[in-house]
């Protein structure tokens, strides 16, 4: 009886020491899942997930920003719920536990919008993209692109923003002002610039016609190589006044101009538009930029080659490589030969 009693003491010990690391062990799980503050005065901290970062990742990223008490505890939890996390910038106050900063990732629910100006769009087309995306309406963004006082302040001699409107990846907030947004681009157009050595000292001028010149270039262009002789070629012809020729500028009368469809042909008739961005019909420099040029199109502008070319002529349109001549007659044998490889179906 005596050994039962002593053996019932020991079941009840090892029981009772069982209960209380499992409760010890819960607290602890509590506490490395709870919220590091609990002081609503703490500001929330900017989180950002970049596409294909992993939970160990994020992880290690939210314990070194204190937003979490523990990385590992983290990620076992996030396993347990299958967490998968969406790309984007977050806000995260330090009064959310892990439970929450994983529902909130999981969400999608971010305080910044992903926006990407591709390379050669126009004022009126990213306008229309940040309407679609929720930001603010393309009127909106057309008239700040606009604003006279703006424009003086950052010394553009035109009438808008069209080729300062620097393409690439933006962190915008729904509602935003456009002047904010305007100004955001702007100033990327500007830090951009400022690592091209030809840029420095230009004035005003010279320098938006270098932007008039990259915007046509950054249309024409397909193969980055190539962008440098493209420009060659309009300089040449600006040189000698020839017209410049380039269908990228009837095609921005057609669709910016007169509003219509991107045409699957140039036809004569478009040729034969007054309008004195055709290049075709007038010598010199468009009156401005037909696009946002990107950083390969204004070096080609701002740093080209002297080469003799003065033609150049589309060889492969399914890579975009051009063919580059001295004279018209060969820039029209180029174009014969070609017309009869395609006639021979090679």
Known sequence: MKIFRVCITIVVSLAAAALIAAIAAAGTALYLLSPVSHSADDAPVRFEVA????????????AELGLIRNADVFSLYARYRNLVIKTGIYEIPPLLGVPEICALLESGKQEYITFVVPEGLTLSKIARRLEDAGIMTG??????????????????????????????????????????????MADTFFARIADIEQ???MSAAELYDTVILASIVEREYRIADEAPLIASVFKNRLREHIGLYSCATVEYII????????????TYDDLEDDNPYNTYK???????????????ALKA????????????RLIDETNGAHYFSESFD???EAGRVLHTKKAAGS
Do not use: C, K
Not at 51 to 56: A, D, H, I, L, Q
Not at 164 to 180: A, G, I, S
Not at 255 to 266: N, Q
């Open 199 to 201: 840029a420095d000292g």
């Open 301 to 312: 502008a701002f740093d080209t080659p002297e080469t003799d070319y003065y033609f150049f």
């Open 51 to 62: 596409e294909g970062t992993s939970v160990r990742a994020a992880a290690a990223r939210l």
């Open 139 to 184: 009127a909106q963004f057309i008239a700040a692109a606009h604003d006279a006082a703006m424009l003086a302040e950052y010394g553009i001699p035109a009438d808008s923003f069209e080729g300062f409107l620097f393409p690439d990846t933006y962190f915008l907030e729904p509602d935003m002002q456009p002047e904010r947004v305007v100004r955001m």
């Open 330 to 332: 060969e820039h029209t």
């Open 282 to 296: 007038w010598a010199g420099l468009p009156p401005g930029p037909i696009s946002n040029p990107g950083l390969i």
């Open 255 to 266: 669709t910016e101009i007169h509003g219509l469809p991107h045409p699957d042909v140039i």
